[in-house]
């Protein structure tokens, strides 16, 4: 893999991450407000799982297979 190709996957990887966290605290102070809407908390938390499966990609992208 190129270096430009690693930086550029290492970049959208820190973006995904960051976004990740950013979702987890609004759903975390979300679910504290009483009377919060259940359906904008299950849209948040599938863009979470969406978040998620992308940054997974994207680590097995940068970290090869070892074969052992």
Not at 27 to 44: A, E, K, P, T, Y
């Amino acid at each position: 893999m190129q270096d430009s190709q690693a930086n550029n996957i290492q970049k959208k990887l820190e973006e995904l991450l960051s976004e990740h966290r950013d979702l987890d605290a609004v759903i975390n102070s979300m679910v504290s407000v009483q009377g919060f809407d259940q359906l904008q908390l299950q849209r948040l938390k599938k863009r979470k799982l969406g978040l998620k499966d992308e940054i997974i990609k994207l680590k097995a992208l940068i970290v090869p297979d070892i074969i052992a």
